[in-house]
């Protein structure tokens, strides 16, 4: 059976067989005894993306990898990074340095400054719906305006704006994309609105090689 640590665009949480392209955490929210979920959804507001091969690092998939034998972090994985940024999470500045220095200037605007991870962080936390942020509706009209890489949903379902095309998601990866012209539509934004505004000030997020068929 696959562990329950496979996360959708919306944040939640599934057992599925594909692993996706990235890696993340939301700091230990698993039993290491049993390898299975807690009730709570995150123990810090730092919801990151990692790579999954990182220097020589080892780790037992949602085991015991702390130094003391305790659970360590809780192992995420995402089918890339545009679902992670979607999903609530923001690249990590240690196994990420580079993207995560982008993302943060991107995230303060792109004007020479660049935003702290816990001014990132208190902002993702009140936006992302995984933790209670607000479902902000969308017209149809509004689509071509938003970045690439941004996600929405409709009727439950989560779409990715890429090259001015809608492109259904699921674990596996991409479907044929349709125009938003086109769109099946009433529409609702999955991306948190700071992660939106990070994408249209020019951070370019890595997806999956389905995007691109």
């Not at 949903?153 to 012209?181: I, Q, V």
Request: charged share 20%; glycine share 12%; with cysteine.
């Amino acid at each position: 059976m696959p562990l329950q640590n496979r996360v959708d665009p919306f944040g939640a949480i599934h057992a599925v067989p594909d692993r996706g392209l990235f890696t993340g955490n939301r700091g230990v929210i698993h039993d290491p005894a049993t390898r299975t979920l807690l009730s709570r959804r995150w123990t810090t507001r730092a919801w990151i993306v990692c790579e999954c091969a990182f220097g020589n690092q080892r780790r037992e998939v949602m085991g015991k990898n702390s130094r003391s034998g305790g659970a360590g972090w809780t192992e995420l994985f995402f089918l890339d990074e545009v679902t992670a940024l979607a999903a609530g999470h923001r690249p990590c500045f240690y196994c990420r340095r580079e993207r995560a220095l982008s993302f943060a200037r991107c995230f303060a605007g792109g004007k020479g400054r660049r935003a702290a991870a816990p001014e990132m962080d208190a902002r993702l936390h009140k936006e992302r719906r995984a933790s209670g942020g607000a479902v902000i509706p969308l017209e149809p009209v509004q689509l071509p305006a938003l970045p690439e890489g941004t996600m929405v949903e409709s009727a439950g379902r989560a779409y990715a704006l890429r090259g001015g095309r809608l492109l259904p998601w699921a674990f596996t990866g991409y479907g044929a994309p349709g125009g938003t012209d086109r769109s099946p539509g009433p529409f609702t934004l999955i991306t948190p609105p700071s992660t939106v505004a990070a994408l249209a000030s020019g951070y370019r997020p890595v997806w999956h090689d389905t995007a691109r068929s």
